[in-house]
């Protein structure tokens, strides 16, 4: 019986199953490099927003479920460690699996045999065979694939309904893990092999990115040719169950943003022209657009608010990896030398920008906004923007030839100051 499982690091991915886990009555050990997240997570406050989590954080300390500790030392004589660490990827969209092959590698002094070492993050094809390869040199060490598919800001409500994954050659391991994750799930997906449930994941991404780049590029039709494509979407789907069409806007996020990439870099004998260009198309629109709006808006552009930092809206979230708002600044920095830009999220902590060399204020209620803008831009799908309303974002416009633009259609209005992705009234 598994009573005791170690979780290596405490981010989006780790701290919300140590927390599933603990609720469930097992003693988790997590670990966390991170000084300024540990210290953080050690007064029970997590370092990114969803709703009730540190209440539950909280109480899995307090009850002694939850013990967090810097050391990897204290994973030993456990018998599962989950590693939840991110895949980093550069700025050139090429993969790095430095930080898990080094905590590989400090796993192999410290576990005992018949250890299992599931890998939570999105990786390359093979890559748990890797590293089974690495850590079965002096002794025996089941590996398996067991990627998480919660959505940012309802994790934890999502790990009680979701399918566990479960893949490895493994049957010890797969029985273990098995019995584990029932704690938390009714569900068990299981596959006799690592690579397919690390596919599984790439390919879960890949097809939602494809499927918005599809919904992108008749967005990018509608402002060209100044037609209403999200009209058309509404209305295409009426009493006709064949062709279900996401609407257009921006795709970001810490998987989206990367799992494509990742694919592609996993079947390099192949060409996925498909799924490889559809990543790019969600790159490259919001751009465009903004070279668009700068055509437009022919006077000189002196005051610039961006609504929503954080990679999506709903479920709410202060998460900003992935985000398009941090290339869309950089653009609006070279489109508008001289503009001045202010920021507006109720959620997202300034610091999380800083990483990112995002140095402006940030604006958490829309009563603190002082100023008049000659552009507004509304970047995610956050309910706060619809329960503020129209109105009063217009009030926020300096002339009458002032513009709101928003990438994802939250008001269904025709008023000419404000203008939605794929409306075709860019122009107008």
């Known amino acids: 019986m598994i009573n005791k499982i170690g979780i ?21 050990v997590g670990i966390e490099k991170n000084k300024k997240i540990y210290n953080s997570l050690k007064r029970g406050k997590a370092q990114f927003y969803e709703e009730n989590l540190n209440e539950s954080l909280l109480k899995c300390i307090k009850n002694s479920k939850l013990k967090i500790y810097q050391d990897f030392k204290k994973l030993n004589k456990l018998n599962i460690i989950f590693i939840t660490i991110g895949t980093p990827i550069s700025k050139n969209k090429k993969l790095s699996d430095k930080n898990l092959l080094s905590i590989c590698n400090k796993l192999k002094n410290i576990i005992n045999n018949d250890t299992i070492v599931a890998l939570r993050s999105t990786v390359k094809i093979n890559t748990c065979t890797k590293i089974e390869k690495l850590l079965n040199k002096k002794i025996k060490v089941h590996v398996a694939s067991c990627p998480e598919r919660t959505v940012e800001g309802n994790a934890l409500r999502e790990l009680s309904l979701l399918p566990a994954i479960i893949g490895t050659n493994s049957k010890f391991a797969k029985e273990k893990l098995n019995a584990l994750f029932k704690k938390i799930t009714k569900t068990i997906v299981t596959f006799n092999n690592t690579n397919q449930a690390e596919l599984l994941k790439l390919i879960d991404n890949s097809w939602r990115d494809s499927n918005f780049a599809f919904a992108n590029e008749l967005g990018r039709i509608g402002e060209h040719y100044k037609i209403n494509v999200i009209e058309i979407i509404k209305k295409i789907s009426l009493k006709y169950p064949r062709s279900k069409i996401s609407m257009p806007g921006i795709v970001g996020g810490p998987c989206l943003s990367k799992d494509s990439h990742i694919l592609n870099q996993s079947v390099k004998k192949i060409n996925i022209p498909i799924i490889y260009n559809s990543r790019l198309t969600n790159e490259k629109f919001p751009i465009e657009m903004l070279e668009m709006i700068k055509t437009r808006i022919k006077k000189k552009v002196s005051n610039i608010l961006i609504c929503g930092l954080a990679f999506k809206g709903i479920p709410t979230t202060s998460d900003v990896r992935g985000s398009m708002a941090l290339p869309i600044i950089c653009k609006i920095k070279n489109l508008f030398k001289k503009s001045k830009i202010e920021l507006f999220d109720n959620l997202v902590d300034p610091r999380d920008l800083k990483t990112k060399n995002i140095n402006y204020k940030i604006i958490k209620n829309y009563n603190y906004i002082n100023n008049k803008y000659d552009l507004v831009l509304i970047l995610n799908n956050n309910p706060l923007w619809k329960s503020i309303g129209i109105k009063k974002l217009k009030k926020l416009l300096k002339k009458k ?28």
Do not use: H, M, P
Request: aromatic letters at 18%.
């Open 8 to 28: 290596v690091g405490l981010g989006y991915v780790g701290l919300t199953l140590a927390i599933a886990f603990a609720r469930k009555g097992i003693d988790v």
């Open 401 to 428: 030839d002032s513009l709101i633009y928003d990438y994802w259609n939250s008001f269904n209005s025709e008023d000419s100051q404000y203008v939605s992705f794929g409306q075709g009234r860019i122009f107008t």
